[in-house]
């Protein structure tokens, strides 16, 4: 089955730095790579997604980057905000299956 | 438009029980999946229903199980607690059709003690 990795586990910045979180998977047949935010004491919230016809999407101050020769795709936070603090998520699914094949996660801080 | 609503939010068992836990999906949405997130093991999916039909399943026991309901509500229920099932275990709904975007409630708490 699928296997996503996720790195770093955890990453702190300084308000208004960049943050890159990275994410790789092992079944090349997989086509649909979402990012999702976990608060504390919540689910996990969409905050981006990417299909594998598309090799980079962007939505304010929020980026992925998908390379599928790699397998492997990125978000990219920038300008960070303390409330951008919280576990990012990243997964891989195939086709329409809503099996998602999440990474471990990563715990970010964003430093006042 | 109410998002998935997740009911109870926090439960304590003991081991050899069984619980119920329930989901409702965003209106309009057919499909709703399971998940369960623990800090060992993180977020791994349980299965998922459509139109009243399991149509996938994860790597779990079959102490765990679920079911869907015509309005597209969705229960899971696992018997024969052990301890390791202490876990957050979160429900996603999410549109029929090719779109897979799965919207997640703030899960259910069990602590099985």
């Known amino acids: 089955g699928e296997n996503v990795e996720q790195h770093p586990s955890t990453l702190s910045v300084q308000e208004g730095d960049s943050a890159v979180i990275k994410c790789t998977y092992s079944?090349?047949?997989?086509?649909?790579f979402p990012w999702y935010k976990q608060e504390l004491g919540k689910g996990p919230q969409l905050i981006i997604d990417?299909?594998?016809?598309?090799g980079e999407k962007k939505d304010q101050r929020i980026a992925v980057t998908l390379n599928k020769t790699a397998k492997h795709f990125s978000l990219h936070i920038t300008e960070t905000q303390p409330e951008d603090s919280a576990v990012y998520f990243c997964?891989?699914?195939?086709?329409?299956?809503?099996?998602?094949?999440f990474g471990s996660g990563t715990q970010l801080t964003v430093l006042p | 438009k109410a998002g998935v609503t997740q009911t109870p939010r926090y439960l304590i068992k003991t081991r050899g029980q069984q619980v119920t836990l329930s989901c409702s999906p965003i209106?309009?949405?057919?499909?709703v999946s399971w998940y369960q997130q623990t800090p060992g093991q993180g977020l791994q999916f349980l299965f998922e229903?459509?139109?009243?039909?399991?149509?996938n399943k994860g790597n779990f026991p079959g102490r765990f199980s679920g079911r869907q309901f015509s309005n597209s509500r969705s229960e899971m229920n696992v018997s024969t607690l052990e301890l390791g099932d202490s876990a957050l275990y979160l429900c996603a709904s999410s549109l029929a059709g090719a779109k897979n975007i799965q919207y997640f409630g703030a899960g259910t708490r069990l602590s099985v003690l």
């Open positions: 079944d090349s047949a997989s086509n649909y």
């Open positions: 990417i299909r594998s016809n598309v």
């Open positions: 997964a891989a699914s195939l086709g329409s299956a809503r099996q998602l094949t």
């Open positions: 229903y459509f139109s009243e039909t399991q149509r």
């Open positions: 209106s309009g949405h057919r499909s």
